[in-house]
């Protein structure tokens, strides 16, 4: 749903002033995820408090306590905000190149602030089987929701069996990221991506 | 270096005495290992303090202080006493076999008490580089050459090429179990781990 469904829905001035009231709150939450994001930069998860966040947000610390408990939960909410447009759903026509450019486009994620909330947000969710449950149903799945619609488009052109877009093999990639990423450190470019969709996932998709 | 190194070497007092206070040292990390791991499963990361680990071990919070700057450092001497003996070494002349071994010992690691330490540790590793190298030289190293050691046998007796050890596709079962286990919480289990070695890793090690 966007600001706007209210208004073209209804035109009673209930409706617009709820409407009025959801862009004020949505103004606000994206302040305050600029501010979370900002704070992660400058201060690490150690130094993510409250107080912290209200401060470079601009808004009484009241405001983000009433509406998130936790830091744990406040650092989900900005993931909720920078998940809303990426990763690209990118319909080429081509497996091959939307592989390529969800993987990408991936990777510029965890290259920016969201990806450095997401790493926060990791450690902390294994202490913490609710907050667990809403990053699973949150980003998570908008994530798989992006990666299972280019496999279900080439299984629809002919290019994969279903069996091959359910299998193993459809985690390849994502998996090498997520290692390179949260544990060795290795180099993640244009060039591993590549490597990785054209000499294995593409080849072992074909096959299975 | 083990603790009976200085008196096999050599006879003095000195020695001896030195090495009494090496095995008292060693006798104490390890109530102190045993103690982290106890609080992080009964408090989580947030309940991680020095005074609960200090209480736990029955040492003097001196003691811990003196020896680890923050919790993050006591966290990863824990993985430094569990990391001695596991991963296997596994060495059964068939490399399907060896890393099948190598990974379900993984398996075993990660889902016991040093598994959920790594885990709250590399959500603390991304504000603090001095870790993240310790992380990589200690725990990740040992790790790796075990890893290292199942591909180069391999080699040794020419069933896959150096180019082949050296790929991304020697990446690809340590990264399905990264992702399962720090990611999408899916099922981690001996039909998995057979499934990734026989039918994406060892063709594609062969065909490399």
Do not use: N
């Amino acid at each position: 749903m966007t600001v706007g469904d209210g208004l073209a829905r209804s035109g009673t001035v209930l409706t617009r002033t709820r409407t009025s009231a959801r862009r004020l709150d949505r103004t606000r939450d994206e302040a305050i995820a600029t501010a979370v994001i900002e704070v992660l930069g400058r201060e690490g998860y150690a130094g993510l408090t409250m107080d912290a966040v209200a401060l470079a947000a601009g808004v009484g610390k009241a405001t983000i306590y009433r509406r998130w408990s936790s830091k744990a939960d406040l650092l989900l909410s900005v993931l909720d905000v920078a998940g809303e447009s990426p990763p690209v759903h990118a319909d080429t026509g081509d497996l091959r190149d939307d592989l390529v450019a969800v993987l990408l486009s991936t990777l510029d994620l965890l290259a920016g602030p969201s990806g450095r909330a997401t790493r926060s947000l990791l450690g902390a969710l294994v202490d913490d089987p609710a907050l667990a449950r809403a990053f699973q149903a949150g980003p998570l799945a908008r994530w798989d929701a992006a990666w299972t619609a280019v496999l279900d488009r080439a299984v629809d052109r002919g290019e994969i069996t279903p069996a091959a877009a359910g299998s193993v093999v459809a985690e390849l990639a994502p998996a090498v990221l997520c290692l390179r990423w949260l544990v060795t450190g290795r180099e993640l470019d244009t060039s591993v991506v590549e490597e990785i969709v054209d000499r294995v996932v593409l080849p072992l998709l074909r096959g299975w």
